[in-house]
């Protein structure tokens, strides 16, 4: 897995948009061991030599990802030659303010490049006409593990890789029909489905990839068994063959591995810097990694001008990471005021999940696990009230791992957390923040262009729903019948309008 996706954003920049998607049907997965394998030493291939990829393998795979030859494409993914004007629309442009009726959104290529009046007809665009519903940008997952979301923990660390591939992609098409066009993968080897999903092998949403969770031995991170301790000179654990995970210690250690995934197409970097929930050896008030093994990880992410998230909870580990120049703190539900508020001074992102005792929740088997879970739940409230009331800088995701019953919940995640927020202050969370908090790779971001808001020179993703945002997002929570265009890159992937 040492595909770098980097030279894709070339073809995604320019006003004639990116590569074209190659549809595909909702069919059960025929995926079996030695298909999979073939199917992995395929993804591991030469990807430069493209028209392999987009002719003979992407039609390998088309009986096990559901994909069709270009023969037997249907209407969608439907790009246009033409502008494409949404007309008779509501909009909601990411950034808050309540929707307007008085415009309409042009777009050419894979940008919007205009927001002309409502009555205003450009001779040559194709008109799609909205039905008064409301026009919003994509949604955006600040914290999303594209390879790990849809399978179980146990399948993550016995199957083939090339099964997990297929199950990841499967699942990315899933990810974008929930209207979520761009996601910031929080860990695992996702490069290679990056590159398939940017050249139109698979259909998802836009990737952000960190690549593998870098941890100290005995971290968050560590994902060996009992038996595999002590590891002998050169040993190297199936986490990390895979690009899972990456242990790292000391500072030297913490420099070349950091530097590993940067080489990969890494677009940020993801540190453990405490215990967690899911993990079994590394209690939750754990701090991991010195303060100087995080300052190296701060400076290798800095000298190629993006910066370092951290996996964390508690307070000590909070602060030490803000200390040591991290500008995005994952999790943090076990947070005291005084972390909060250094939050708040020094301009760090907090990334928040929904981690509450309901229905959404990671559900854990052991009972050390499932401890962990109802503490964490506890300070999530906490956590919420913390951010408005110190004006925090707050992304929102979800962080779905080894819960594969739970990722129809997607966008109930956000809706549901309207006992926090104002509504169209958390569909702006969604949206134009989460936008900002991706800016912070600067030139180390695949996608040249703005995201998570409608406006012109940005990309054009873009859904159509029904729903009032100013009464409650409870239309995310159905996607199946509530979004009626999910738009991403100015190619339509779905259109149930009447």
Same mark, same amino acid.
């Given at each position: 897995m040492t595909m770098h996706s980097r030279e894709t954003a070339a073809c995604n920049s320019g006003?004639?948009?990116?590569?074209?998607?190659?549809?595909?049907?909702?069919?059960?997965? @025929?995926c079996g061991g030695a298909a999979a394998r073939a199917v992995s030493q395929k993804v591991e291939a030469d990807l430069s030599r493209r028209a392999l990829l987009v002719g003979a393998a992407a039609a390998s795979v088309a009986p096990f990802l559901g994909l069709r030859p270009a023969a037997a494409q249907s209407a969608l993914p439907r790009p246009s030659d033409r502008p494409l004007l949404l007309t008779n629309l509501r909009l909601f442009d990411g950034l808050g303010s309540a929707p307007r009726g008085d415009v309409s959104i042009l777009v050419e290529g894979n940008r919007i490049v205009g927001l002309p009046g409502r009555d205003d007809r450009p001779d040559d665009a194709e008109i799609i006409d909205c039905?008064?519903?409301?026009?919003?940008?994509?949604?955006?997952?600040?914290?999303?593990?594209t390879m790990l979301c849809a399978i179980t923990e146990l399948t993550a660390m016995t199957a083939d890789v090339g099964y997990i591939y297929l199950a990841a992609g499967r699942e990315a098409e899933r990810t974008l029909m929930r209207g979520f066009t761009t996601v910031r993968d929080a860990g695992g080897p996702s490069f290679?489905?990056?590159?398939?999903? @940017?050249?139109g092998i698979v259909s998802g949403p836009r990737i952000y990839p960190s690549g593998a969770m870098i941890s100290q031995t005995s971290?968050?991170?560590?994902?060996?068994?009992?038996?595999?301790?002590?590891?002998?000179?050169?040993d190297i654990s199936y986490g990390e063959r895979v690009g899972?995970?990456?242990?790292?210690?000391?500072?030297?250690?913490?420099?070349?591995?950091?530097?590993?995934?940067?080489?990969?197409?890494?677009s940020q970097i993801k540190l453990m810097a405490g215990g967690g929930v899911t993990s079994s050896y590394d209690p939750i008030d754990t701090?991991?990694?010195?303060?100087e093994e995080l300052q190296a990880g701060v400076q290798a992410a800095g000298d190629w001008n993006t910066y370092v998230m951290v996996h964390v909870y508690t307070p000590p580990g909070i602060k030490r990471a803000i200390r040591a120049g991290v500008q995005s703190i994952e999790h943090g539900q076990l947070a005291d005021e005084e972390a909060a508020r250094m939050m708040a001074d020094e301009g760090v992102w907090?990334?928040?999940q929904p981690f509450l005792a309901d229905d959404d929740a990671n559900i854990k088997s052991g009972p050390d696990a499932r401890a962990k879970q109802e503490e964490v739940a506890r300070g999530t409230v906490r956590a919420y009230e913390m951010a408005k009331a110190f004006n925090v800088k707050t992304a929102w995701g979800t962080d779905i791992l080894f819960s594969p019953q739970n990722l129809p919940s997607q966008g109930r995640q956000l809706a549901k957390l309207t006992r926090f927020y104002d509504a169209l202050d958390l569909l702006a969370t969604a949206t134009g923040r989460n936008g900002e908090l991706l800016r912070l790779s600067g030139p180390r971001s695949p996608y040249d262009g703005k995201l998570g808001v409608i406006e012109p020179g940005a990309f054009a993703d873009i859904l159509v729903a029904d729903g009032d945002p100013t009464a409650s997002l409870d239309f995310l929570s159905d996607p199946d019948t509530n979004l009626r265009m999910i738009m991403k890159d100015g190619v339509i992937y779905k259109d149930t309008r009447p």
């Open positions: 006003v004639g948009g990116p590569h074209r998607h190659t549809p595909h049907h909702h069919g059960p997965c @025929d039905g008064g519903r409301l026009a919003m940008p994509g949604l955006i997952d600040a914290h999303w593990h290679a489905l990056k590159r398939a999903i @940017d050249q971290g968050h991170g560590d994902f060996r068994m009992r038996h595999e301790v002590p590891a002998g000179f050169g899972v995970s990456a242990i790292a210690d000391g500072r030297a250690q913490v420099l070349k591995r950091v530097r590993e995934q940067l080489m990969l197409g890494a701090v991991q990694y010195t303060l907090w990334s928040l």
